[in-house]
């Protein structure tokens, strides 16, 4: 039988934060409890920073100087292979929940008013969006105020999460939704579940908001003496520099982690649903992100710097088919260009040519 396939994108979501790494802060029990059962991947990386250039060479399993996507609201080419489409080859009806932040290719879109050719966050071709989570939040924000909140935009409403019970939260929203869905599913099912947190604004939800904080955090990394002039002009960017009082800096990198506690939690929820529906061992799970954080090391925040910070995240691969591999640490240097050709051969489906010139490594799978 076809397994199911889970595809999680954790947005911003740095490669040390978690505490099977070794983190002396952060709390991450469900995955953790994934790795185990998994696949986990200690050097993995992101070719781009920020989200657009980050996802396509994700989705398409191809490096920036292939697709050319080279910042937010550059098109991705609309022939390009991806994971959805690969989904579709393998017999699946993919689905999302959240966002893709893919560009459309204007050269087939004849209409000149169309929507799509001012964002950069369409649905990349495959997928069938059931959940929009763009940067607008609109579904989270009706419900908001369905519940009595003014909800005046998703800035203001992410900027104040704190304020809120964690059921209330986006990263709540999406997966409930994601799990009314999943209820309903009696085949084989392909959905990519892209939650918004740990993005900035650094506000936690709830009970996670001050889960840290009586917790001694570790200095962020120092700002070198020797350093790039390039590093002085985003020290001073009003988006780029990070604060400089030490309450301020650890209140950020509590509420961070926080934000990684909450989705930690969700992500236990969806592992509970899959258990009860006797799908867990014929579901194969990839968690990782489109880029990093800077956190305040180097002085920075954000994705802006050119620091290992902004491009190491987290990267867990759990195939049931190959439990051999359970609880394996891959230390080897992985990308997220090697998830497209570890989903083909996950699914038995042929490697496209666009992803061999790239060496993909085949270790994230520890098929031995």
Partial sequence: MRPNVLLVTLDQFRGDSLSCA??????????????????????????????????????????????????????LDHRFDNVARLGIRAGYHPVMFGYTDVGADPRRITDPDDPRLSTYEGVLPGFDELLNLDERHLPWLAHLRSLGYDAPSSDTMLATEHTRPVEHSVSTFLTDRFLDWLDDQHEPWFAHTSFIRPHPPYSAAGEFASMYDDVALPAPLPIGDDRHFLHDVLLSHPYAGGPTEPDAIDHLRRQYWGMISEVDHHLGRIWDALRRRGEWDRTVIVITADHGEQLCDQGLVGKAGFFDSSYHILGIVRDPHHPHGFGRVVTEFTENVDIMPTLCEALGQPVPLQCRSEEHTSELQSRG
């Fill in 22 to 75: 070794g983190h002396p802060v952060v709390r991450t029990p469900h995955l953790d409890a994934l790795a185990e059962e998994g696949v986990r991947l200690a050097r993995h990386y992101a070719q781009a920073a920020p989200c657009a250039p980050g996802r396509a060479a994700l989705y398409t399993g191809t490096y920036q100087m292939n697709n050319r996507v080279v910042a937010n609201g550059t098109p």
